[in-house]
Each structure stands twice: as C-alpha cells, then as structure tokens.
Nanobody, 125 residues
C-alpha cells in the first residue's frame, strides 16, 4: 500500500523550531519529488518547499527561505522539513506529497500523485 505519513507537528512559541518528517511506504522517495504544503485556518493551501531527493535539488517559497530547510534521507525513505524562527503566521496544517519525477526535467511539485495526512503546527505569540 502506498502511503505518506507526515509527523512532528506540535505547539511551539514564536522563535522556536520544529522538524517535520514525511515517511513513505510502498514506493521509493528518490523516484519522486516531495513537496511540503500548508493550510492555515480559513486560507487556501500554499506551497512551502519542494525537493528532489535523487539529486538534492530544492526550492522554497519566499516566506520559507532562510528559516526552513528541507532534506532527504533515502535510506530511511524520509524527507524532513526543519523549521526555525517560527512565527505565529506559520500556524497551519502541514502536508507532504509526492509526484513522480524525471531528474532530467526541472524540479516541480504540482499535480501530486500521493498525499499524506497533515500534521498541525501551532506557533504561539
């Protein structure tokens, strides 16, 4: 069974850090691009970051640059999102998703094939 599981969310004070994990089962992450997305209450889902674990290529949305770091561990079939200097506006449900990737093509994270259940991140002021 193909499955993605996001974990690591929780309650943190502003300025704190959290590390989210996205673990895949039923498929190999290095054949895919893994995206992190988030949805805050009353808002539309937005992109956070995208990584191609086969070659380490990454991109971040502007709000994540300099604060968030995405990385992959193919041995564990897991992608991580390290979030530092968290702000109350980072409060959201965070999701990971996977899309089959051809490494010859520029990295993208849309039209995702698989989605995990989200993990809630709450940042208090």
């Amino acid at each position: 069974e193909v499955q993605l599981q996001a974990s690591g969310g929780g309650l943190v004070h502003a300025g704190g850090s959290l590390r989210l994990s996205c673990t895949a089962s039923g498929f190999t992450l290095d054949d895919y691009a893994i995206g992190w997305f988030r949805q805050a209450p009353g808002k539309e889902r937005e992109d956070v970051s995208c990584i191609g674990t086969s070659d380490g290529s990454v991109y971040y949305e502007d709000f994540a640059k300099g604060r968030f770091t995405v990385s992959g561990d193919n041995a564990k079939n897991t992608v991580y999102l390290q979030m530092n200097s968290l702000k109350p506006e980072d409060t959201a449900v965070y999701y990971c998703a996977a899309v089959k990737r051809d490494p010859r093509i520029r990295l993208f994270c849309y039209g995702m094939d698989y989605w995990g259940k989200g993990t809630l991140v709450t940042v208090s002021s």
